[in-house]
């Protein structure tokens, strides 16, 4: 109603035009003000009394977002390319690589401490990660994929590029180990990768 109006309108406009009681139609002007959908200003006028409050927005028409299914859509595309393997991996890579913390540069990173920085990242992103240590390396238990309702359906494109993610991130910090595999969906909400020593010519 603010958007279509051609001038800014007052409480009692508002209550009046939506059948609304004053204080409820204050109440919601108020709340649209305050997460910034409508602005409040006060009506200036040269004759004594209180001035009018009067609310506006000219701000865009707010409707649904379909961000799921623009993934979709363009996973699906990268599914249907030949030999996308390798390049969806460099793609993780390349953002492995930009959101990992770097150490400083006299920082030497060793296993536990890669394992933490990555451990760190990979919370953020929305994974919830947890890893343990096991004979052949650490094994990183991803109970949360951030992803799921594209990576159900595209799991070739989207699990290379969580692999190439965690790859990237610990070549950007030099650390002495890699991910070498990921388990997609071992049960319905976890994943396994698993990280092993970094071959030394790596």
């Keep these: 109603m603010l958007r279509q109006a051609d001038q800014p309108l007052s409480v009692a406009e508002v209550a009046d035009a939506m059948g609304l009681h004053v204080n409820t139609a204050r109440f919601h002007l108020d709340g649209l003000v305050e997460d910034g959908l409508a602005e409040r200003t006060t009506e200036p006028r040269e004759?004594?009394?209180r001035p009018r409050i009067l609310y506006s927005?000219?701000?865009?028409?707010?409707?649904?977002?379909?961000?799921e299914l623009l993934a979709e859509m363009l996973t699906g595309f990268v599914?249907?390319?030949?030999d996308t393997g390798p390049g969806t991996v460099e793609l993780g890579k390349a953002w492995g690589r930009h959101l990992i913390e770097r150490p400083a540069p006299?920082?030497?990173?060793?296993?536990?401490?890669?394992v933490v920085r990555l451990d760190r990242m990979l919370d953020a992103v929305g994974f919830q990660p947890e890893s343990h240590a096991t004979d052949s390396g650490?094994?990183?238990?991803?109970?949360?994929?951030?992803?799921?309702?594209?990576?159900?359906k595209h799991t070739d494109v989207v699990c290379a590029i969580h692999l190439g993610l965690m790859q990237g991130a610990l070549e950007e910090i030099d650390a002495p180990?890699?991910?070498?595999?990921?388990?997609?969906?071992?049960?319905?909400?976890?994943?396994?990768?698993r990280l092993e020593p970094r071959p030394a010519s790596a």
Excluded: K, N, W
């Design 47 to 49: 004759t004594p009394g």
């Design 57 to 67: 927005s000219d701000g865009p028409s707010l409707g649904p977002r379909s961000y």
């Design 79 to 82: 599914s249907s390319l030949e």
């Design 106 to 114: 006299s920082e030497r990173i060793d296993a536990d401490e890669a």
């Design 138 to 152: 650490v094994e990183v238990r991803l109970q949360r994929c951030p992803f799921r309702e594209v990576a159900e």
């Design 177 to 193: 180990v890699t991910a070498t595999s990921l388990q997609p969906f071992v049960t319905p909400h976890l994943c396994i990768a």
